[in-house]
């Protein structure tokens, strides 16, 4: 049975066992899970500037007793565990994880805090499942949600469809990266590039709100690429008739520019406060490139009590070789380094290395930060595409020697504790 209520935010709590993530223990871990992961901040400036969506509700489920301090009844969210939490948030910003602490109090000024909700209340959890999976399940043959094509979302946008080229444009031209002559004639060329989900996660243009358009790259990683891309845009390097896999592949080489930091960050708006002022400040010195990869005598030392002769000299010419000269030959032969050295550690011929190294089996080699176990399986699965591609593709190969170096730094104690867990196999 299900009946809808008006309940007090207050009395709702997070799903710690939903489906987004791995079960945790507290709220206070959902809430630092789903800011770092699931885009809460974006959807948090969305509720105070358009309010709560009143085409959904929240699916609520009675807290069993014992599991709230509250005298009244509780309910534990069923559906809306974003909302929720954005909620939350922007209702007590201190409860947001330290990193993003100070940006939900500004979110949080002026906004008048959501004291009550509407919920359709479950008692029944096999009901609530069945219509779970028929908004997050996909198609099902027609009974789930079915989401828009292309040229529906195209048909539902209108005339906004341009929104986003317009922005990036103005920005460019206050930026100085393009001229107002040279504009003219560009908008539908943009259009087209920015139309494409690939440039913009290359570019790292968020488009969640198209009143407000923003980066989640720094400031001057995406200056490099806009820069790059109006100047394109200006010689023909970007042009008008690019499909869309043309416009892949364009966005594959602006990813590999020279000179990005390669991070994200909470998105911020293109557009400048009224009234500010750009303050001058000293160009920062450009720090030195990695020129091969960093040899580390604990990781020789580990790889000689294997014993593995193979191991050793591939490791050696992998730190000998001048990286930015050599960078595909390398990324295969750490693609290799890691192939072997994981099968000596047990790794069957069925596995593919990533694989094997799991979040189970990165904790039984006690590494149990998830933090850094996360930032692993990113350096793992780089490492592996990259020397898959390079080794396969007739054309695509791996150049960005920076990154590879950085991964192989992530990775040292991955390889030591492998290496110790290969002795004497």
Not at 304 to 327: N, Q, V
Request: net charge positive; glycine share 8%; proline share 4%.
């Amino acid at each position: 049975m299900t009946n809808i209520q008006t309940i007090s935010a207050d009395r709702i709590f997070l799903d710690r066992s939903n489906p987004r993530h791995e079960p945790y223990k507290t709220e206070g871990e959902v809430i630092e899970y789903l800011c770092r992961e699931e885009q809460v901040y974006a959807l948090a400036k969305d509720i105070v500037k358009m309010g709560l969506n009143p085409l959904e509700v929240f699916a609520l489920m009675p807290l069993e007793k014992g599991k709230s301090k509250s005298r009244s009844l509780s309910f534990v969210v069923a559906e809306g565990n974003r909302r929720m939490c954005a909620i939350k948030l922007l209702n007590d910003p201190d409860l947001a994880p330290a990193n993003q602490r100070k940006d939900f109090k500004k979110l949080a000024e002026g906004f008048s805090s959501v004291t009550k909700v509407l919920g359709v209340v479950f008692t029944d959890k096999a009901l609530v499942d069945s219509w779970l999976d028929r908004i997050h399940g996909g198609v099902q043959g027609g009974i789930g949600r079915k989401p828009w094509n292309a040229e529906q979302k195209t048909r539902h946008i209108g005339d906004k469809k341009n929104v986003v080229a317009q922005a990036i444009l103005d920005y460019a031209e206050k930026e100085g990266f393009l001229k107002g002559e040279d504009r003219k004639g560009k908008l539908t060329t943009a259009q087209r590039y920015l139309g494409n989900a690939f440039l913009r996660e290359t570019l790292g243009i968020d488009t969640s709100n198209l009143e407000d358009i923003s980066r989640d790259r720094p400031k001057a990683d995406f200056d490099i690429l806009l820069k790059k891309f109006m100047d394109d845009l200006v010689s023909g390097g970007a042009n008008s008739r690019a499909n869309a896999e043309d416009i892949k592949k364009y966005s594959r080489s602006l990813g590999a520019t020279k000179g990005l930091t390669g991070k994200r960050e909470t998105p911020e708006s293109l557009s400048a406060a009224p009234g500010a002022r750009k303050k001058k400040r000293k160009a920062p010195k450009k720090p030195d490139r990695p020129t091969s990869i960093p040899y580390e005598e604990e990781i020789a030392e580990k790889l000689k009590e294997i014993p593995s002769y193979k191991l050793e000299h591939i490791y050696h010419s992998l730190c000998d070789i001048l990286l930015e000269k050599h960078t595909p030959l390398i990324s295969v032969g750490v693609w290799s380094f890691f192939e072997s050295l994981t099968a000596r550690a047990g790794r069957n011929s069925n596995t593919s290395f990533p694989d094997y190294l799991s979040k189970s089996k990165l904790n039984a080699l006690g590494l149990t930060a998830r933090e850094s176990v996360n930032s692993i399986r990113q350096a793992v699965g780089r490492i592996s595409d990259c020397g898959n591609t390079t080794k396969h593709s007739d054309k695509s190969a791996t150049f960005n020697g920076e990154q590879l170096a950085n991964d192989m730094d992530t990775l040292k104690e991955v390889i030591c504790k492998l290496a110790e867990e290969a002795k004497g196999k």
